[in-house]
């Protein structure tokens, strides 16, 4: 008697063969997204060519994904290159603000008086301030 089997794995080169066309599946996938995620991040284009760009990658996927690479391949490229250098502007920016200089004692002993005077700490929460201010 024999027994049945799936046509993917009747032997180790389908299941090879499978696995190959799964991963280009999934490659082909990630440059679509990746060309509709660049197409609608792009603010140099009119809405008239981004409608153009998606009904070409709607309706021609993978056509139309490798048409935009070959048109805007190198402003895609571009565009990333800019907004990574802008995220680690900002991050730089978020780092000094962090790590910078602490206040002057002066200051420290001005922003708890204000804090006094406004009712937020009482008089020995302004002593402790005070004291960690001059220390």
Not at 28 to 47: E, I, K, P, Q
Not at 124 to 132: D, S, W
Request: overall charge negative; aromatic content about 14%.
């Amino acid at each position: 008697m024999r027994l049945a089997m799936d046509a993917i794995t009747n032997d180790f080169g389908e299941v090879l063969l499978w696995s190959f066309w799964f991963f280009i599946w999934i490659a082909a996938l990630m440059v679509w997204f990746r060309c509709l995620f660049d197409l609608f991040g792009d603010h140099t284009l009119s809405g008239w060519a981004k409608a153009g760009w998606a009904v070409l990658l709607i309706f021609v996927p993978w056509l139309g994904a490798l048409i935009y690479l070959i048109a805007r391949g190198r402003s895609m490229t571009e565009r990333q290159m800019a907004k990574a250098a802008e995220l680690q502007a900002a991050q730089a920016d978020y780092i000094k603000q962090v790590a910078s200089t602490p206040t002057s004692s002066a200051d420290q002993i001005a922003s708890a008086k204000a804090l006094l005077d406004s009712g937020a700490i009482d008089q020995n929460e302004y002593e402790t301030l005070k004291a960690k201010a001059l220390a």
